[in-house]
């Protein structure tokens, strides 16, 4: 199979200084990375993603160590430090594109009976039908999230909704908020393109995605 799309991971020297390389038993030249990742077409990488953690390689025998203060001191600072302090491991972007299509398919079901209900209503929603269903996925996404901790296509595939905020839990308001934008389609492609894998919803809403 030819692999046209991909992701590929790019690092880029931060800064370099002498360590004592654990494998080489003595002093070595370092260079610490910032690796990202990158969307990238025939293996050239066009789009920066998100941040995968740095490594601090040593620049003699090309092993690539976890960065820490044993290697660095106190003067380091990892560009992941916001997810590596998460008390639950973020939710995988397959897992979340998966829980979004089952989410939609139960939907688009739904749409069948309001189809039949929408003949009962005045003229204007039979040529508008999206001025019924969108207000039906928004209140799905909301109710779903407000009273059950997480829609059918999240519960299927175990992650939740949290706070971003561990002092501030979720109120009602941004639930509703989150619904509403997360309904658009296609806004929330951007959360591939930051470290804690934000959608537009999550932005509005102060919240992250975690596996349960
Ligand atoms: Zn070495």
């Known amino acids: 199979?030819?692999?046209?799309?991909?992701t590929k991971v790019i690092g880029k020297t931060l800064r370099s200084g002498t360590f004592v390389c654990p494998r080489c038993?003595?002093?070595?030249?370092?260079?610490?990375?910032?690796?990202k990742k990158y969307f990238s077409v025939?293996?050239?990488?066009?789009?920066?993603?998100?941040?995968?953690?740095?490594?601090?390689?040593?620049?003699?025998?090309?092993?690539a160590y976890v960065p820490n203060a044993s290697f660095l001191?106190?003067?380091?600072?990892?560009?992941?430090?916001?997810?590596d302090s998460l008390s639950k491991p973020l939710a995988a972007v397959g897992k979340r594109l998966g829980a979004y299509i089952i989410d939609m398919i139960f939907l688009i079901i739904l749409n069948?009976?309001?189809a039949f209900v929408v003949k009962y209503l005045p003229?204007?929603?039979?040529?508008?039908?999206?001025?019924?269903?969108?207000?039906?996925?928004?209140?799905?996404?909301?109710?779903?999230?407000l009273f059950f901790k997480g829609t059918i296509g999240k519960k299927l595939l175990a992650i939740q909704t949290v706070s971003d905020d561990d002092e501030k839990p979720i109120t009602a308001v941004r639930y509703l908020l989150r619904g509403f934008v997360k309904a658009i389609p296609?806004?929330?492609?951007?959360?591939?393109?930051n470290d804690k894998h934000k959608g537009f919803h999550d932005f509005v809403a102060g919240t992250i995605v975690v596996e349960k």
């Open 1 to 6: 199979m030819l692999v046209i799309f991909g």
């Open 25 to 35: 038993n003595m002093e070595r030249t370092y260079l610490l990375k910032q690796n």
């Open 42 to 63: 025939f293996f050239i990488p066009l789009i920066p993603l998100n941040n995968v953690g740095d490594t601090l390689e040593c620049t003699f025998c090309k092993t």
């Open 73 to 83: 001191g106190n003067t380091y600072t990892s560009s992941t430090a916001d997810i």
């Open 112 to 114: 069948f009976p309001l």
């Open 123 to 145: 003229d204007l929603f039979h040529n508008k039908f999206y001025l019924v269903f969108f207000p039906v996925w928004v209140i799905y996404f909301f109710i779903m999230e």
């Open 186 to 193: 296609l806004i929330n492609v951007v959360l591939l393109f």
